[in-house]
T-cell receptor
Framework: SAVISQKPSRDICQRGTSLTIQCQVDSQVTMMFWYRQQPGQSLTLIATANQGSEATYESGFVIDKFPISRPNLTFSTLTVSNMSPEDSSIYLC???????????FGNGTRLTVT | GENVEQHPSTLSVQEGDSAVIKCTYSDSASNYFPWYKQELGKGPQLIIDIRSNVGEKKDQRIAVTLNKTAKHFSLHITETQPEDSAVYFCAETGANNLFFGTGTRLTVIP
């Protein structure tokens, strides 16, 4: 399976600021996704990152708050904008090598907003 | 479907005993059922999965069973070891996205 690297692994940010999280995969993958995992909770899909076009967002998530880029088949970024303490979560990049492949996750970015 | 129930939320077993975690789903179109293990400070790791055309799948000490009629699937871990301690998530999908259960925190007591 693909090796997924996320940066930063953790950060503490002030409210009102923005943080961009990077996801790098060691091989080309068909699909890339961003998930959020709130403390002690399950995983919620934020959006599907589409190469060269706008991401597809799930209900409750909007582009202005979570802009996503995917310039190629190995890299994506998620920005958490105008952060508030409620945005404190683990943000996880995940990929499918092919459409029917299993979903694999990176180790996540642990974000704390103060 | 978006409704995946997972039980129990916490589970403690003695080392060497078996652990069973159960999930139920509501979407009859669901056809893929993976299980993930998440250790502290790490992302979820796929440990086993099953597709709807199979009733059971085994991989060493781990097995998954699927009952499509009753819409439930279970993870079985035999001969548990302390390194099995983690949070386990079930998931299901039909055509598109994976929907995750609420997680089970498994503690294996040495």
């Amino acid at each position: 399976s693909a090796v997924i690297s996320q940066k930063p692994s953790r950060d503490i940010c002030q409210r009102g600021t923005s943080l961009t999280i990077q996801c790098q995969v060691d091989s080309q993958v068909t699909m890339m996704f961003w998930y959020r995992q709130q403390p002690g909770q399950s995983l919620t899909l934020i959006a599907t990152a589409n190469q060269g076009s706008e991401a597809t967002y799930e209900s409750g998530f909007v582009i202005d708050k979570f802009p996503i880029s995917r310039p190629n088949l190995t890299f994506s970024t998620l920005t958490v904008s105008n952060m508030s303490p409620e945005d404190s979560s683990i943000y996880l990049c995940s990929v499918k090598v092919w459409t029917d492949s299993p979903l694999h996750f990176g180790n996540g970015t642990r974000l704390t907003v103060t | 479907g978006e409704n995946v129930e997972q039980h129990p939320s916490t589970l403690s077993v003695q080392e060497g005993d078996s652990a069973v975690i159960k999930c139920t789903y509501s979407d009859s179109a669901s056809n893929y059922f993976p299980w993930y293990k998440q250790e502290l400070g790490k992302g979820p790791q796929l440990i086993i999965d099953i597709r709807s055309n199979v009733g059971e799948k085994k991989d060493q000490r781990i097995a998954v069973t699927l009952n499509k009629t009753a819409k439930h699937f279970s993870l079985h871990i035999t001969e548990t070891q302390p390194e099995d301690s983690a949070v386990y998530f079930c998931a299901e999908t039909g055509a598109n996205n994976l929907f995750f259960g609420t997680g089970t925190r498994l503690t294996v007591i040495p």
